[in-house]
């Protein structure tokens, strides 16, 4: 009885020291084990690093331009007040969940896309302290105006949290 119940595990042992896989199958179990907490950890690290995914944004949630309206004619300069429902305000720093805030793309595209980092430059104003308005002064003529949510660390929220109007600035 005994030596039939070894035979196979000798077999096995046998076949694995001849072709010396034994070692790298048990190498591998052990990999794959390791990597699968690895993966696990991962997991939770993207929710809490750097690499952290942009925010969900919570069902319903727009920004709007609340005194402009498309093809509005303006004089310049002109305050432009910034509107956002279903989502939270908050000023930049930290990233926290359904929160945001403003941006203004000057003549630079529809919005940007999720996840990317809004550039800091005279066409992508930043309005970090959680400013609901802003002055803005422009040369006359057609301009293209968006407004784009972004997380607390300038990710672009997208399309979905983004409202462009064109104005016309009188002479
Ligand atoms: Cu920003």
Do not use: W
């Amino acid at each position: 009885m005994r030596k039939i119940d070894l035979i196979p595990f000798l077999l096995l042992g046998l076949m694995a020291c001849n072709d010396g896989g034994g070692a790298k199958e048990e190498v591998n179990a052990d990999t794959a084990a390791a990597a699968s907490t690895v993966d696990t950890l991962h997991h939770h690290a993207d929710t809490s690093g750097a690499i952290a995914p942009v925010p969900e944004i919570p069902a319903g949630a727009k920004v709007f331009f609340v005194n402009l309206k498309n093809g509005q004619k303006i004089k310049s300069p002109f305050k432009v007040e910034m509107g956002v429902s279903g989502i939270a305000l908050d000023t930049a720093g930290v990233l926290k969940p359904a929160s945001g805030h403003h941006h203004i793309l000057i003549d630079a595209g529809d919005s940007l896309a999720t996840g990317t980092v809004v550039p800091k430059d005279s066409t992508h104003l930043h309005f970090g302290n959680a400013q609901k308005s802003a002055e803005l002064n422009l040369t006359p003529g057609e301009h293209k105006l968006t407004l784009q949510y972004a997380d607390g660390i300038h990710r672009s929220y997208g399309s979905k949290l983004a409202a462009t109007v064109t104005v016309n600035v009188q002479k």
